[in-house]
């Protein structure tokens, strides 16, 4: 599976942005999928995830009620709409893929494939 993530780019605190991540290759297989960010000097960290069956979403407590995560399976896209954004949204964000039944889906570990991330910038 192939993860291709794009939609990053330089913003205002209180502006928009609307991250798209498209899987390619054997992306039938694909069990959930999940958005991570990592700024800089610091670990990469869990932002929201998906079930590609069931549709379940997660999110970490600090982006709730601003970003949305959705998935369109006829398309193999996965979307982060990040609304109200904070200077401590800064980060590059990449896209996971699993295609494992289970597993902490919190945990980069949780994951078997990777996007190449896409850098988000908001300003103050």
């Known amino acids: 599976v192939q993860l291709q993530a794009s939609g990053g780019g330089l913003v205002q605190t209180g502006g928009s942005l609307r991250l798209s991540c498209v899987a390619s290759g054997r992306a039938f297989f694909i069990y959930d999928m999940g958005w991570f960010r990592q700024a800089p000097g610091k670990e990469r960290e869990f932002v929201s995830s998906?079930?590609?069956?069931?549709?379940?979403?997660a999110y970490a407590d600090s982006v709730k009620g601003r970003f949305t995560i959705s998935g369109d399976n006829a398309k193999n896209t996965v979307y982060l709409e990040m609304n109200t954004l904070k200077p401590e949204d800064t980060a590059v964000y990449y896209c996971?893929?699993?295609?494992?039944?289970?597993?902490?889906?919190?945990?980069?570990?949780?994951?078997?494939?990777w996007g190449q991330g896409t850098e988000v910038t908001v300003s103050s």
């Open positions: 996971a893929a699993t295609w494992r039944r289970s597993g902490s889906r919190m945990n980069p570990s949780g994951y078997d494939f």
């Open positions: 998906i079930s590609w069956t069931g549709g379940n979403t």
